[in-house]
């Protein structure tokens, strides 16, 4: 990822059509390879993800699976911080 953005066709995307504009709770696993905390912090450096919120958990890619009390508890404090 490089500026926000995956792949240079993303870049043709029109100003502001990729701006995720709704809170944004992504919880990465520290032992997952595929979806990395750093990838996602990209985005909200980007200006595309401006209320993101990011929690890690000890785990592999499932984090549900592998820790579902922790990823739950986070889901659920969320919901409640955002008032949804």
């Keep these: ?8 066709e993303d870049k043709k995307a ?5 701006t995720v504009l709704v809170p944004v709770l992504f919880i990465g696993a520290t ?3 595929l979806c990395r ?3 996602v912090e ?5 200006g595309l993800t401006p209320d993101l919120q990011v929690e890690t958990v ?3 890619h499932w984090t549900p699976l592998e820790k579902p009390e922790e990823t739950a508890a ?3 404090s969320f919901v ?4 949804l």
């Design 1 to 8: 990822m490089k500026d926000g953005f995956q792949d240079e």
């Design 14 to 18: 029109p100003a502001g059509s990729v």
């Design 31 to 33: 032992h997952d390879q």
């Design 37 to 39: 905390v750093e990838f």
């Design 42 to 46: 990209a985005t909200k450096a980007a």
């Design 58 to 60: 000890e785990a592999g």
């Design 74 to 76: 986070l889901v659920m």
């Design 80 to 83: 409640a911080q955002k008032g």
